[in-house]
């Protein structure tokens, strides 16, 4: 499975990006794809996702700004960011869990994100 993310860039605070995550080839071995970012000399941290029924997941720590999204008919989901802030300054991965094996996980490259005026 490859993902493909684009989008990010920099936006003032209050500001909205987007983000989106395409998926080819065996398509078939996942299911939720969703987004992680990660912050300097951090690990990564989930952001949200949503799984192909509909199914959404969202950090607590962005709910109320951030939505997920699905296109399934072109494998992408997309992550609206709204109010954005310096805090949310990081390098967003989009992220797929392996159907087939517990605890691999595909990942897209990394897009930054800079919230700053």
């Known amino acids: 499975v490859q993902l493909q993310a684009l989008g990010g860039g920099l936006a003032q605070p209050g500001g909205s990006l987007i983000l989106s995550c395409t998926a080819s080839?065996?398509?078939?071995?996942?299911?939720?794809m969703g987004w992680y970012r990660q912050f300097p000399g951090s690990q990564r941290h989930f952001v949200a996702g949503m799984a192909s029924g509909g199914t959404t997941n969202i950090a607590d720590s962005v709910k109320g700004r951030f939505t997920v999204s699905r296109d399934n008919a072109k494998n992408t989901v997309y992550l609206q960011m709204n109010n954005l802030e310096p805090e949310d300054t990081a390098v967003y991965y989009c992220n797929a869990p392996s159907l087939r094996k517990v605890g691999v996980d595909f990942w897209g490259q990394g897009t930054l994100v800079t919230v700053s005026s």
């Open positions: 080839g065996n398509i078939h071995m996942i299911n939720f």
